[in-house]
């Protein structure tokens, strides 16, 4: 056992290694400088790109492009413009959803936990806007600079993009632990000094403090859920509307500069897949910290330890310079030199960080715990497990191993490189349908074995240290967590920096080489979302035992009727909610399709009669309000679902029927999350293995057509309504614990119970 | 309280009357002729159809047609080859896996028990394939007279349609039900008397019977388990690949007689619309009333009597006859003289068989239970109910009405009546893409209100009278089974009839009646589909009530490793089931659409290099076979994934786990079936509703491609893995059931733990 300060220690010095790693790789990443002006103003680099002169590249309709600083310039307002609209409309929501959980909390328990529950609330909440914000910042410094970056090939564009993902993974995860770390030291000295003159009980006394700071949780997972909702709807009605209106209909390329609806595209790509996605992930690791302190402020054992209870800190923190270290390997010990070396190059990167983190979790799991503990619900001693101090090291280690299996079989489903993948582009042989049919199997498919490995290691996790166990394996899989943010960022920035570098009418070997990039970022991308939904599938487990623990149910027999209606209806939850999700990009995206043939009858004609697209300027910025628009309202019937169904299911139906609502909602959203983004992924790559004119046809052929049209399908699928899920089932889970202790006395059965009684 | 005799009379009286029924309709649609010659061979009807010449009516390729008689033989040969080749394989295995059932059971747990069991799942499994096969020859009988009928006008063409589709009601019910009721008798003389000698308690004893007559739902199950898989993925390989070569590529007509698939593809719908929802609604029922008669016979107050006993026989029973009169009001009161009278009368059919059936069951309730009587699991206290026999009528009036529920919801989400549909339809205007999008929107908005309905019955029947209520409530959904099956029988063959109209070159008039019929059919398909899975959801949790019942589980804590990772584990199984017959259908229409375009390579071209179809003899039996072999191969992985599942989690993970397993299957499971099968029918319709020009464009506007992909896309998902999953759920619950004796000893967590620890 180590001493208290060493926790403070570790944090702070962990933290500062995670910042200056951030600003290190951002400071190398602003060399690239984007001023006004055709192309870049790159220097000698400009005639000797790619071994040709720029001249040689220019293509017959170069003229029309706007500069790289005009196209980044443009996408960074829209995105800040569409974040403003939204975190204003969130704002409002943050401080009356504050107020709700104040009155409930403390006309119901008592006005303390009410407060202190809702400034966590509060500092969750801000914490997750400004890692959207920053995240979202980063990814459009970094596009521009990564496809000015391409011009000079594969390394230094991969660089550009991989560092500029660092960035963003190293400055938020820092961001959020040490504000998680502040806040939990402060409630300590409060709880410890203040409160005990009040209290006899210590443990009470930890309890309290501990739920209280779930509402950390609770204030990052509402935000990401917002982000991912409205942040999705807003990427995929502009993704989806641009290439309807744009790719089938007018035959323009993708990205082209003369689509009304490419910026608002190019906007989507920061505002859902990064802002949202920093939330969200955000959000798991606020939670699954919490959840992990909440449990363990049970154990008779742990309480009053302070190492023990900060042992999810101090897992995180370490986390950072694991994932420093193997940030290295990327950036200077193998580097990326052709197409083949990047996709190997990022999976590096996962199973570097987890051979590095292994160790790491064995030492401390040695050092912050006792040798022996007990955890235990309550006073139930069904309950009871006695636990030695490395059985914690083999839940973080299952959960984190997990986590590296479920990335490596998402990547076998996504990406081209591998026989399912291209199946489906085989299937689009015979048509559109073919396509669609594979791609559906192919999802459902890659549900199996990630399945199996959380099955595992929640068999593991709680055979071991109960419902502990499953919050520290859910600890295990977020504690690379700086790694996966940067390859997921990774993503989206490159498929921006192709976006830029083809409306820039940049030589089409960049667009090649950005192309490629974005290939395994799709894949990669798909492997952050199994990531997303492996982690939050254990987090929502760890929740959903500190529910438990704190409403104090010994069982949860879903013989029982009211248990095995909500099992049900929570089973069904993901298909409503998804229902709302995808239909609302539909319905968006409709309604930029009709934007952008409106904008397309105003072409000019030429004497032919010929539309002159030389002399149109596309409105992008009506384009841009559309899908702002769109999102904002369109975020608000899912977001009630999610966030209201849990209060009403508590109040009226009692903790029973709303603790089988949770486990349904939780093992349904689990498997369409997982094969929404795979299926989804799969399409994207099946469609660009086919650009790649490796089936033999290549782009507009019958075959890529039909290929376009799964893509089109999938969008929704992977970054709509396949990412929001994670959020309804942590959301759902976390709302339960907090809200807990006002909910009707327990195993009454709810209010509607003791009204026909 | 009535005699035990009442049950012997009102039993055969009521078979008798659905047998007279069947024979009666089936007389009336044997009036129509079909002969050998061109066109029918109708009187006068054939020159003064719809009052016009059939000359007017002839098309310029009319003389490529071959004859009613003919087409409707080879329909009959290939239906019939297919079903004797999968029963073949199905005998094969029915024999291997009884033999599995004796022995495990004998040696597990004892002889007597293996041998009855076994001899009942051989019976069910006799009677289901009977099942099938009567209403597969019953379909192809009135397919052809169907068409012929709708040269006389929508009148004839219903009626003959309705009346064939009941004699397959009716002759399915009454023979299922007889069946059992001579097993149930016999099993019940044998038991009391022979056994009497060496067992002392009379309960053991009727537990003992029950439970080995649960093997009669098996037998039924496993046969619809490879009836719906192997004719769904037959079915809808012939329909993609017809589609796709001929429909998409050549341009043919649907059913156009030139397309080599096409015989195929209505042997499908004879095999796997009719013969594999026969036995699965076979199955349904056997299993009900089975799982109903396991449970009671646990009670304390039950058990000796044989009127309680066989309440699910006589409830049955009674169906047939409120059936009968209900199926006047369509024949004989409101008859169908437009187009838009279809959808309402089948629809009223729901109506009014539920509107009776409700006092009856009320009547029944009240004279075949005691006033007052316990349910209980075993000796476990807590699960003790003091029921009144009216309770009872209460589940099962929430069974009958939830099922119309379900079944209206069902409509107004796949009928382009209403909204949802022409939603859709209108999304086709922006291309595929949206229109999947949308359809895959709706089929997951479509499950909200079925699993609200579902959750609620659930709940009233437990609260009522435990896991008994959830039987009743089960036997009430099924209770109108001869009206379910009638309506559900009426789609494809009003499908075939529309094939043979085209094959046969009837007239447009002719082929627009049946369309119109047909687009009915999508729709009471889909509800038929809604009502499978809605009462397949209640047989299953009544199932997994009698195999907790049966180990004597007390609870099934999710709280616990095994049953959570059992419940995550068996809410991904309808994923990889689907994931395996989606791809079995792909695969097999890609052979068939190879098989296409070989044979129209081979069509010969005309003076001027046109492809010359006069003198094009299409292959039919070649396409017949690629299907047949497809089927019964890709039907083998799937079947065994469900039929061992069970079996090796409960051997290897124990009781609890395997509960978990199905707990989780049957949430998930339900789910995905509802929103597939509605998915897929909304696609059909949408379809259906531009083809009537009702959008503005018709057949070959490209909105009408789309919907086209769309519907091909719906086609697995709404004939092979969505119903497929209905059996998925219910054959996992009776499989633990049957083999639950043979399981290691109960509590031990099965042999894995066992050797662990």
Not at 354 to 364: G, I, Q
Not at 495 to 514: C, F, K, L, Q, S
Request: aromatic share 10%; net charge negative.
């Amino acid at each position: 056992m180590v001493a208290d300060s060493a926790v403070t220690i570790i944090v702070l010095v962990c933290v500062a290694v995670g910042l200056a790693t951030a600003a290190w790789f951002a400071q190398q990443v602003a060399q690239i400088k984007v001023v006004p002006g055709h192309y870049d103003e790159h220097g000698s680099a400009k005639q000797t790109l790619l071994g040709k002169s720029v001249a040689e590249h220019k293509t017959e309709d170069d003229e029309g492009h706007a500069d790289v600083f005009t196209i980044s310039k443009a996408i960074a307002e829209g995105a800040n413009a569409f974040l403003y609209q939204e975190y204003e409309f969130m704002g409002i929501f943050i401080v009356l959803f504050g107020i709700l959980l104040l009155v409930l909390l403390g006309t119901c328990h008592n006005w303390y936990s009410g407060l202190f529950s809702t400034l966590a609330f509060f500092c969750g909440a801000l914490t997750s806007v400004l890692s959207g914000f920053i995240g979202m910042r980063i990814a459009v410094f970094t596009n521009s600079r990564t496809a000015l970056s391409a011009r000079r090939g594969y390394e230094y564009a991969f660089d550009t993009a991989f560092k500029g993902g660092a960035v963003m993974g190293f400055a938020l995860v820092s961001l959020g632990l040490i504000v998680l770390f502040i806040l939990a030291n402060a409630y300590y000295l409060y709880y410890t000094h203040a409160f005990s003159r009040d209290h006899a009980d210590g443990q009470d006394q930890t309890k309290n403090m501990y739920e209280a700071l779930a509402g950390y949780g609770l204030g990052g997972s509402t935000v990401a859920l917002f982000g991912r909702v409205g942040g999705g709807i807003y990427t995929k009605a502009a993704d989806v509307g641009a290439d309807l209106a744009g790719k089938v209909e007018a035959g323009l390329r993708e990205d082209d500069h003369r689509n009304p609806a490419v910026i608002a595209d190019n906007v989507g790509d920061n505002v859902g897949d990064i802002a949202g996605m920093g939330a969200d992930l955000f959000g798991s690791f606020a939670e699954s910290a919490t959840a992990t302190m909440v449990i363990s402020a049970q154990s008779p054992s742990l309480y009053s330890s302070w190492p023990a209870m900060s042992f999810p800190l101090v897992l995180s923190a370490t986390g950072i310079v694991v994932c420093f270290f193997t940030s290295f390997v990327a950036t200077h010990l193998i580097k990326v030199k052709r197409q083949q070396d990047v996709e190997p190059s990022l999976k590096r990167q996962l199973l570097v960080s987890t051979f590095l983190m292994t160790p790491v979790a064995f030492v401390l799991a040695w050092t912050f715990f006792p040798d022996d503990f007990i955890i235990q619900r309550g006073d139930e001693l069904s309950t009871r497990k006695e636990v030695k101090n490395y059985y914690i090291f083999f839940t973080v280690a299952c959960g984190l191993w997990s986590g590296l299996i479920i990335g490596y079989i998402t990547e076998y489903y996504t990406s081209h490189s591998y026989v399912p993948v291209r199946e489906v582009a085989k299937s689009c042989e015979t048509g559109a349908a073919t396509n669609i049919i594979y791609g559906l199997a192919l999802g459902y498919k890659s549900v199996i074995i990630p399945v199996f490995c959380l099955a595992i290691t929640i068999y593991v996790g709680y055979s071991l240290a109960g419902m502990y166990g499953i919050a520290t394996a859910a600890l295990g899989i977020l504690s690379t967590l700086a790694i996966g943010l940067t390859i997921d960022a990774y993503g989206p920035i490159c498929d921006n920096a192709g976006g830029i570098a083809e409306m820039t009418g940049m030589p089409h070997d960049v667009r090649d080489i950005t192309d490629a990039l974005d290939a395994a970022g799709n894949t990669t991308a798909a492997i952050g979302k199994g990531f997303a939904i492996g982690s939050a599938a254990l987090v929502s487990l760890a929740l959903f035992g500190a529910f438990v623990t704190t409403v104090n149910l010994a069982q949860v027999d879903i013989l029982r009727p009211f248990q095995f209606a909500g099992l049900l209806v929570g089973a069904m939850l993901p298909y409503w909610f998804s229902a709302m999700t995808m239909k609302s990009v539909g319905e968006a995206a409709l309604a930029m399709v009709q934007e952008v043939r409106r904008q397309f009858s105003l072409v000019p004609t030429d004497e032919h009669g010929r539309k002159d697209f030389a002399r149109f300027k596309p409105d992008y910025a009506h384009c841009v309000a559309i899908s702002t628009k769109a999102a904002v309202y369109k975020m608000i019937p899912p977001g009630m679902l999610v966030m209201l169904t849990p209060i009403v299911a508590g109040f009226f139906f009692g903790v029973e029927a709303l603790a089988g609502l949770l486990a349904g909602a939780l093992v349904s959203g689990v498997q369409m999350a997982i094969s929404a983004s795979n299926t989804g992924g799969a399409w994207d790559n099946a469609k660009k293995y086919i650009e790649s004119g490796a089936t033999g046809s290549g782009k507009g052929s019958e075959q890529h057509k039909a290929a376009v049209i799964g893509d089109t399908v999938g969008d929704p699928l992977k970054d709509t309504s396949g990412p929001s899920l994670n959020i309804l089932i942590k959301l759902m889970a976390i709302i339960s614990l907090v809200f807990a202790p006002s909910f009707p006395s327990i195993h009454s059965g709810g209010l509607l119970s003791q009204l026909f009684s």
